[in-house]
């Protein structure tokens, strides 16, 4: 091969191998053991493969999307539910009255759903609705699938077209809720709509439930279907699947080359803490050296500039790099296939990613801040609210610890106004009945994409089903790009019509992925006449 490569410094030449020695020597690591190190991290990028589903006929599932030529009939009934304004905007501040003008818009769009005796509607506390799909072979656990009927707040300055116009151009439906989540609620009912329009009497029995109060915590809706359910005889559920992450994005994760379909898994906490600093109320013409104002200032400030540390690997969103390797470039696969290596490397990297750096880490929200009375008055109380969305590898008192840690004056008082523990982590991986099935049914909908377990990093009302299972699924299936993401709870919110198409196929694929794995239900039954 000829001579080494000759470096110089200092005008003496030194070969690679007497750096490579001299490195090894300072940071106190044996040369084979680098060179084992670099072996085993290139063969792990090389041999790395995406956990595949080992449920067979889920493997073999061939299920039939939707047939019929009716797509744009689906896309102006959606533009229709858009239309109607049922906004949440404080939990005592509701478009109440929207909500049976919603109700009664699904009673006269969806005549087979609302005609067949084997599938029950309830009221629940007068503006959510429950609906019971009884199969045709009970004793298995049935399932839920949720959405929500109440969107947020959407101020028109900003829409290309009215929020609530319910507008069909260039291929797309625009208003508020086209994503989060009336698409999801008129997904489920075209979907199951059309199966039963094909003479189907699913063998399953299953639940449909749809809050009216999702974007306030679903104390009023969710909370009130639970005790419905109870009331109808059930004890457990097999699984619950519900909206989450709008996921189906291009160039989310670095180097990934197709669409990464994320199911959340797992789900934050919420950790409101109020910050009080007090003082003594004077005029502005002789102030004191420090005010409350000022104190709370710097304390906000610096939990702005001291994060809350990463604590990537902890949860699932470390499996999610495992997923989408074999998908990747090889630079790349190198860092998701070594995580116990490259762990710290990937934190830094995302720390301050919008859209990454939730996932790995607790974030910090300092939504508001109020103080004054008068333009010549020192106050003498400031306060502020700091919103955490806990991830599953901390505590709230490590978060507040950190926070006291941060502020570092305890003329600051920290108050908890509200709080929940983050979400149990659902099972997931070649062997878990209820994911494959969701997998199974996004491959069979979507081309090209990689499906991947995550953690959702914001709320839902799914909160209020835990006691029922041990299994929630978090899933938004619409394809968006990294440009849609800022419409999520904000302007032009819209999704095109072959998207929403997918989603009723999705659905639709869903039920009958459900139904196919019948008999490999859980073993777990309730009295055949309670279900």
Known sequence: MGEETKFELGGRPRSRRFWIILLSTIIG?????????????????????????????????????????????????????????????????QNLSEFPVFHQYL???????HNRDFIERYVVNEYSLLYKVTG??????????????????????????????????????????????????????????????????????????????????????????????REL?????????DEGLISMTDNILPGVTKPAALIAVSEKGFLYLKLEVTGTLQHSSFPPAETPIGIL?????????????????????????HYVAP????????????????????????????LLGPLMKTTTGLTIFNSGVKDNVIPDIATAVINHRVHPGQTSEQVIEHDRWAIGDNKVKITVTGQMDP????????????????STSIYQTFDEVVVAPCIMIANTDTTHYLPFTEKVY?????????????RYHGDNERVTIKDYERMVNFYFRFMQNADLVFDLAPDDTQPADEL
């Open 29 to 93: 690591v044996p040369v084979f053991v680098i060179l084992i190190l670099l072996i085993v991290v290139l063969i792990q990028a090389a041999v790395i493969t995406a956990p595949q589903g080992n449920i067979g006929i889920l493997n073999d599932a061939k299920t039939e999307g939707i047939t019929d030529d009716k797509l744009l009939e689906r896309a102006e009934r959606f533009a229709g539910a858009l239309r109607i304004e049922t906004v949440s905007y404080s939990a005592n501040n």
């Open 107 to 113: 009673l006269d769009g969806f005549p087979n759903i």
């Open 136 to 229: 045709s072979t009970p004793g298995k656990l049935p399932y839920l699938l949720a959405a929500h009927m109440d969107v947020v707040p959407a101020p028109p300055a900003n829409w290309k077209h009215p929020p609530f116009g319910g507008v069909i151009e260039d291929g797309e439906i625009w208003g508020r809720g086209a994503v989060d989540d009336k698409g999801g609620v008129m997904g489920i009912m075209e979907a199951l709509e059309y199966w039963l329009s094909q003479g189907v009497q699913p063998k399953r029995t299953f639940f449909i439930a749809f809050g009216h109060d999702e974007e306030i915590g679903g104390n009023n809706g969710a909370h009130n279907i639970a005790i419905q359910l």
């Open 233 to 241: 005889g059930v004890e457990k559920l097999d699984f619950v699947f």
């Open 297 to 321: 200032g710097r304390a906000v400030g610096k939990l702005e500039e001291h994060q809350q540390p990463s604590v990537l690997g902890t949860g699932p969103e470390s499996d999610a790099f």
């Open 327 to 354: 998908d990747t470039d090889y630079g790349t696969r190198i860092l998701y296939a070594n995580m116990w290596l490259f762990g710290p490397l990937m934190a830094a990297m995302m720390q301050n990613d919008r």
């Open 423 to 438: 979400h149990p982590v659902s099972p997931f991986g070649p062997d878990a009945l209820a994911y494959q099935l969701i």
């Open 474 to 486: 978090r899933f938004i299936p619409t394809l968006v790009t990294p440009d849609d993401v800022s």
